[in-house]
């Protein structure tokens, strides 16, 4: 059984700090992966994706993958309360099937 | 340019009972992608259209099925409704197929409640 696997939380972080969210996963052989943000009562939406080692920079946001220790995660630089959302990590694997985790809810403290 | 548009927004029906939930796409996306998310077990994928073809299957019983239509239009029937299919539904379209590359466009959801 492939899974993702991401804390609830919720994940509290002070206004101006870094909010640092993380995912595993168990399929070896994914192939790209993605951090989609939703608000309460609203849809997904795509944040980032990364399908290389290393970092991807976009604004405030970085996303980290190691493949080798099957780990990915989102860094959110000078976080702001309208970060306060669920993120969603959603991997692909080698089957092209989305496997999404069941996300970590993020609160940002004013 | 109109997102990804879902009707009825809301639902409710009783156990036994059949419903067919629409989709359409972004102008220009051929690929749909249908989602079940519930607060136990996430957003978990349903299934995939292209070209009027299913081209990806999740882990659902028979009685979740879908079509597409020349238009890229989708539907999404699920029949025999049980307690446990009340979730959002929720509908994505890409350029191409969704695979590792593409990205995917959310719609709104319709809201299933099954009494």
């Known amino acids: 059984q492939k899974e993702v696997e991401q804390n609830s939380g919720p994940l509290s972080v002070p206004e101006g700090a870094i909010a640092s969210l993380n995912c595993t996963y168990s399929d070896r052989g994914s192939q790209s992966f993605f951090w989609y943000r939703q608000y309460s009562g609203k849809s997904p939406e795509l944040i980032m994706f990364?399908?290389?080692?290393g970092d991807k920079e976009d604004g405030r946001f970085t996303a980290q993958l190691n493949k080798a220790s099957q780990y990915v995660s989102l860094l959110i630089r000078d976080s702001q309360p309208s970060d306060s959302a669920t993120y969603l990590c959603?991997?692909?694997?080698?089957?092209?099937?989305?496997?999404f985790g069941k996300g970590t809810r993020l609160h940002i403290l004013p | 340019k109109a997102g990804v548009t879902q009707t009825p927004r809301y639902l409710i029906k009783t156990r036994g009972q059949q419903v067919t939930l629409s989709c359409s796409p972004i102008?220009?996306?051929?690929?749909v992608s249908w989602y079940q998310q519930t607060p136990g077990q996430g957003l978990q994928f349903l299934f995939e259209y292209f070209s009027e073809t299913q081209r990806n299957k999740g882990n659902f019983p028979g009685r979740f099925s879908g079509r597409q239509f020349s238009n890229s239009r989708s539907e999404m029937n699920v029949s025999t409704l049980e307690l446990g299919d009340s979730a959002l539904y929720l509908c994505?379209?890409?350029?191409?197929?969704?695979?590792?590359?593409?990205?995917?466009?959310f719609g709104p959801g319709t809201r299933l409640t099954v009494l």
């Open positions: 959603a991997v692909y694997g080698r089957d092209d099937k989305i496997i």
């Open positions: 990364i399908y290389s080692n």
């Open positions: 994505a379209s890409s350029l191409d197929l969704a695979g590792a590359y593409n990205e995917q466009f």
């Open positions: 102008s220009g996306h051929r690929s």
